[in-house]
Nanobody, 119 residues
Framework: QVQLVESGGGLVQAGGSLRLSCAAS????????MAWFRQAPGKERELVAR????????YYADAVKGRFTISTDNVKNTVYLQMTSLKPEDTAVYYC????????????WGQGTQVTVSS
């Protein structure tokens, strides 16, 4: 069964840090683009960061650039999102997603993990 399973969310004070993990299983993801999205209440889902599985190409949304770092661990088949200097506006459900190199859409999603940043 192909699946992505997120973990690591929680409640943190503003200025704090969290690391999200996304464990991928059920197929080979080495050619896939992996990404983290987030969706805050009443807002559309937005792309936070993206990485190739090899780690040689990354993208960050302007809102998180310099504070968040996306990375992969090929041995553990896991994608990470290290979040630092967290702000209340980072509060959202964070989703891990994957898309194949021939697809224009992310078609594999995790269940999401809640991140809440208190002021």
């Amino acid at each position: 069964q192909v699946q992505l399973v997120e973990s690591g969310g929680g409640l943190v004070q503003a200025g704090g840090s969290l690391r999200l993990s996304c464990a991928a299983s059920g197929r080979t993801f080495t050619t896939y683009y992996m990404a983290w999205f987030r969706q805050a209440p009443g807002k559309e889902r937005e792309l936070v960061a993206r990485i190739t599985w090899s780690g040689d190409s990354t993208y960050y949304a302007d809102a998180v650039k310099g504070r968040f770092t996306i990375s992969t661990d090929n041995v553990k088949n896991t994608v990470y999102l290290q979040m630092t200097s967290l702000k209340p506006e980072d509060t959202a459900v964070y989703y891990c997603a994957a898309r194949s190199p021939i697809s224009t859409m992310y078609n594999l999603w995790g269940q999401g993990t809640q991140v809440t940043v208190s002021s």
